[in-house]
């Protein structure tokens, strides 16, 4: 997994763009040149509450390109609410590019990328690396029902081929993604996924039994979001490479380390976590 | 520069808690700030007092399973519980590795014994790059034992003062506001040696998901900190500052300047500000000219001077001239 050794820093930013692809979704792009330039797939950023008050919320960055950022977000509380509640022309800071993000090193040919719900806003801009590296990819998006699928379109446009689950069975398959994934043939060569946690650990379970190298992008509630508090903590293997530093096994010889979500990750490798 | 903002810039910021001398009085909270690195490049180092370093053990400790964190109103909660590398380990790896800083750098002791206190701070103060020692006897999150000790006035004044024969350099005693009488905890440590008090830690809390009937954090309760516990704070300052001669490090929910003044004028030497870098780490240099500001128009030359002005009991030795009441 990438390190980030990008100049991360606090950004002035102004709204350009606002528009909501379904009830309780927003979609907000910003002006943010210099983000936009160190941006990598898999990365994060925090944007500082407008008003002010409450802790900065970590947004996925769905797209960075030439002077434009844009963040994808499920309202669901008050600090959301407060960045849905934005318009064009409204001053906005983030603190970014934060965490790691894909590692796509491996050259590879073939990937499944699994999206739950709101986790689509972290892979829009893995799948444009892969699609220009003319890597085949197939997006298995699944959500509660047709309306909050949203940005199928951008994908296809991207190049993607599109397989869709729905809870309640309004649009594509019901049920869940992971049911699709299990069933992808040709085989992939790697996943990428990211969503709720019950569906990241149904994508790593199947992934091991197929045999097929999986990075999630995992979600917990983050204070600082830069490493500072240990708030935000994944048990992983000991020996992984992203495995904070510690010293040997100790408290009943644990081969696990907690790393933290914000730094070491957001983005792990499946058979490394021990969650 | 107009004559006032020359004015400003002849404000005097600088305090003293035992000989640990800060050019501005603001700490970055313990377990808030990691090394101080993390938050570097959005930060101004020139502009921070003073950096309270993550609390280290004498073990390696894992910490607390997740979730270590819950937003409630006005606040947090957290239950990180201790998660670092162990006295070795650190000394060898974090602290040797250590970028250098304006700031000045407080280790963070935690311990489950009193001869664990007295190891790790005979350890880490014999460090040339560790400028003072806090004493973190109040952890709300590990097990039992953890904050028994700021919980007992009795086995504070044991841990003060075993640890007080182990190191000359400044030695802060952070204490709980999960007891009865604070006042009391503070003169124990303080007859005990203490050079000065951080208060307050974090206050016991708790949340529950509904949807799961189960507790939100991994270790069932955590600590409240945020906006929340600021009066709490204010008032145990406003105590303590009655009883105690020695400088008090005020904390909880600073977020604003206002926030910071409320604590000098209850009897704070210092402030330590934790959660508000979570909001923007951008917040204590703000704090750091706002009081310049708010000094500097009332014609104040030094933050000496309001330190304990809304405290009738103030009871600070470097009480200033020209305090009224």
Not at chain 2, 268 to 282: E, H, K, L, Q, Y
Request: hydrophobic share 40%; proline share 7%.
């Amino acid at each position: 997994m990438l390190t980030n050794q990008m100049p991360t820093a606090v950004h002035a930013t102004t709204v350009l763009d606002r528009t909501e692809p379904a009830p309780g979704i927003v979609l907000l792009g910003f002006y943010a040149p210099e983000l936009a330039a160190v941006t990598r797939p898999g990365q994060f950023l925090m944007a500082i509450p407008p008003g002010g008050e409450r802790t900065a919320t970590a947004l996925g960055i769905y797209e960075a390109q030439d002077h434009r950022v844009a963040v994808l977000f499920f309202v669901c509380g008050p600090r959301t609410r407060e960045l849905a509640g934005l318009r064009a022309g409204d001053g906005l800071e983030v603190t970014g590019p934060l965490g790691n993000g894909f590692d796509l090193s491996g050259s590879p040919r073939d990937v499944a990328v699994v999206a739950g719900g709101i986790g689509i806003a972290s892979l829009l801009l893995p799948v444009q690396a892969l699609i220009a590296s003319s890597a085949r990819v197939r997006l298995y998006y699944g959500a509660r029902s047709a309306a909050l699928l949203v940005e199928r379109d951008r994908f296809a446009a991207e190049g993607c081929e599109i397989y869709c689950a729905t809870d309640d069975g309004s649009y594509g398959r019901r049920g869940f993604v992971t049911g699709l994934l299990a069933g992808a043939e040709p085989r992939p060569d790697l996943v990428l996924a990211c969503g709720p946690t019950p569906m990241l650990r149904a994508t790593a379970a199947a992934c091991s039994a197929l045999g097929i190298p999986a990075q999630l992008s995992l979600e917990e509630t983050f204070a600082c979001g830069v490493g500072g508090c240990w708030g935000c903590v994944v048990p992983i293997d000991r020996n992984s490479a992203q495995a904070p530093r510690f010293p040997g096994p100790d408290e009943g010889g644990s081969d696990t380390v907690n790393a933290r979500v914000c730094k070491e990750g957001p983005v792990f490798w499946a058979h490394e976590l021990r969650w | 520069m107009s004559g006032s903002q020359a004015a400003y810039a002849a404000v005097d910021l600088s305090v003293k808690l035992g000989t640990l001398e800060l050019a501005y009085p603001t700490l970055m909270g313990s377990g808030c700030y990691g090394s101080g690195e993390e938050f570097a490049p959005f930060a101004d180092p020139a502009k921070i007092g003073g950096v309270v370093l993550k609390s280290v053990t004498q073990r390696p400790r894992l910490g607390n399973r997740a979730p270590r964190l819950v937003a409630t109103p006005s606040g947090m909660l957290n239950a990180i519980g201790l998660q670092n590398p162990g006295i070795d380990w650190y000394l060898e790896h974090d602290l040797a590795e250590r970028v250098p800083r304006p700031w000045k750098t407080i280790g963070s002791v935690a311990g489950f014994s009193v001869d664990e206190y007295a190891y790790v701070t005979q350890r880490l103060a014999a460090q040339p790059e560790i400028d003072a020692i806090e004493l973190n006897v109040s952890c709300p999150n590990v097990a039992a034992e953890g904050e028994t000790f700021a919980c007992d006035p009795k086995l504070t004044g044991r841990v003060v003062r075993l640890v007080r024969d182990t190191t000359e350099k400044t030695l802060i005693v952070k204490l709980s506001p999960n007891v009865t009488d604070i006042a009391a905890v503070a003169r124990e440590a303080e007859d005990a040696g203490a050079d000065a008090l951080a208060v307050i830690n974090t206050v016991r809390g708790m949340a529950i998901d509904v949807d799961t009937w189960r507790p939100r954090l991994g270790n069932v309760t955590g600590g409240l900190s945020g906006p929340a516990i600021r009066p709490i704070a204010v008032l145990a300052v406003y105590e303590v500052a009655c009883a105690v001669k020695i400088p008090i490090v005020g904390q909880g929910g600073i977020e604003t300047v206002t926030d910071a003044l409320e604590f000098f004028l209850a009897g704070a030497t210092a402030v330590s500000i934790g959660t508000a870098n979570f909001i923007d780490p951008r917040i204590p240099e703000r704090i750091v000219e706002g009081l310049r500001a708010y000094l500097g128009e009332r014609g104040l030359l030094s933050i000496g001077q309001i330190v304990g002005q809304a405290n009738r009991g103030f009871a600070g030795a470097h009480r200033c001239e020209g305090r009224e009441g």
